[in-house]
């Protein structure tokens, strides 16, 4: 993991989990061990995928480690929701908002590393689209219309 810059969700996805162990604890204190034990286990495996995504061996691997962190983020919140619902559990506000924070750093993380294809890929992908509107006219002129929605009308390629 590089060192020479801070990282926000790393930091924000350590401190949540050291919150959540003392929370737990809380929990089992009260005798509620199997949400104490779901929460801490969903909870601290958002950390350890936003962790282990910093060496990803691709940017598939990335993104893939941020969605699973984000489903565990999304598990975790179902938890808490359901300590704050029920009676009898102790429930703490700021780790439900917290949560919130992170699933939407994780959200906007997941589809701005999605969103950066490389230049060439979206030439090759627009003359395929290109071409393929030209086969469907041709099939249009020999068979009818055809039912299709137009991909990338009107898109011009960039120069690099």
């Not at 061990?33 to 909870?43: E, F, N, P, T």
């Not at 938890?79 to 700021?94: I, K, N, P, T």
């Not at 994780?106 to 590393?113: A, C, E, G, R």
Request: charged share 25%.
């Amino acid at each position: 993991m590089r060192n020479d810059k801070e990282n926000v969700i790393v930091d924000k996805t350590i401190s949540f989990s050291l919150a959540i162990i003392k929370y737990c604890e809380v929990l089992e204190q009260n005798r509620k061990y199997v949400i104490a034990k779901q929460l801490l286990r969903s909870a601290t495996s958002i950390g350890a995928n936003v962790f282990e995504a910093q060496n990803a061996e691709s940017k598939a691997d990335f993104i893939h480690k941020m969605k699973i962190a984000a489903k565990e983020g999304s598990e975790t919140l179902y938890w808490l929701v359901l300590c704050e619902r029920s009676e009898g559990y102790h429930f703490d506000a700021a780790l439900k908002s917290a949560i919130e924070e992170i699933i939407r750093i994780l959200s906007k993380i997941i589809s701005s590393s999605k969103g950066k294809i490389p230049g060439f890929i979206w030439s090759v992908l627009y003359a395929f689209f290109k071409s393929s509107n030209y086969q469907i006219e041709q099939l249009n002129r020999k068979y009818g219309t055809l039912q299709y929605e137009p991909y990338f009308e009107g898109m011009e390629t960039k120069k690099r």
